[in-house]
């Protein structure tokens, strides 16, 4: 077992969201109020409790301090790290680590977005870079394909296999009522839509929408007093090898190959452990090579890997059953939502794309250019 003192000191006991797909007239702020009202709701909490910020923002310099001025906050802590959609995953080690010392008591973790009704685009980066942009690069979506292209040219990776990516994903979308992106897709579908960066088209990116979440996490010691089910953090790790693309050391390998790795060590759990893999599925070609990096298939094997069909409901492997950002929500930045799909299925709240009665979730995010990569291993009280 597994002797890191974080693992299931503390643990998520609400969880919720806002304004998912679009919400026009709304502000990002006034959706992370309301994410943040639902996740206390969801535990029984008042918002006087929390004091502790942790959030990530676009368009904010100062997030944390931000949110906490205007949720009328006086909190003892605050981070606000931004590592792209990652963030929220490592502001959970941190809040972690804030409760096991005793800095605060109670931690919420949100984030918001109006990006489709505020702008209808991505936000994308100011910040010019040296070596790429004399070719003009149409990021985020071309460092991702640039991925792709790498994998298909080294270990024979299809766009079929991407597109299958996208399939799987809307047939978990066309469950959830909460999904932005619902109704039949094929793989002719997604191989015949518009070229967006090569070999990626419009629909092996993700959707851009509208959207706020929220967690409210707590030590385990407490934890056991909320009306529902805590989920603990059993597992946690973070790591980044670069920031821009076109410094990645291997256009095929993340650093997931080693946050994954160390989060399932510290949790003391193995592949065959785990019900639920929620991964970070910006394009097509990131679940492939997180399946890889993460140990769940060989590297060059993640595309054959997905191929016949199993990541789809009731295919047999249970992968981002909300629909993903790329069927359910991406509001610019997708790592908070996976969270709140592992913290439901674990409760048993999923409706009809409910799982049998889960234990044990990986979660992966991922930000910038395949730049940032943390895994998180979440559990029920038994699996302590």
Known sequence: MASNRLRGSAAIVGAGQAGIGEAPGRNHFELIADATRAALADCGLKLSDIDGVFSATMVNA???????????????????TNTGGASFLAHMQWAALALDAGLCEVALITY?????????????????????APYKPRYPVSAYALAAARHMHEFGTTREHLAEVAV????????????????????????????????????????????????????ADRARDFPKAPVYLMGVAAENWHRWV????????????RSGPRAMAMAGVSHADLDLV????????????FLEDLGFCPKGEGGRFVADGKLRHGGGFALNTNGGGLSCVHPGMYGLFLLIEAVRQLRGECGARQLDAPKLALCHGNGGHWSSQVTAILGLGETL
């Open 278 to 289: 929620m991964l970070y599925d910006a394009f097509t070609i990131t679940p492939i090579l």
């Open 168 to 219: 799987a994903a809307r047939t978990w979308a066309n469950l959830n009522p909460e999904a932005f992106a619902r109704g039949p897709l094929s793989l002719d579908d997604v191989l015949s839509a518009r070229m967006l960066s090569d070999p990626l088209t419009v629909k092996d990116c993700c959707l851009v929408t509208d959207g706020a979440g929220a967690i409210i996490m707590t030590r």
């Open 62 to 80: 100062m997030p944390a301090v931000s949110v906490a001025e205007y949720l009328g906050l006086r909190p003892k802590v605050t981070e606000g």
């Open 112 to 132: 918001g977005s109006n990006q489709r009704t505020g702008s209808g685009k991505f936000v994308t980066t100011s910040e010019t870079v040296t070596w790429e």
């Open 246 to 257: 076109s410094s990645m050391p291997d256009l095929t390998t993340t650093s997931a190959s």
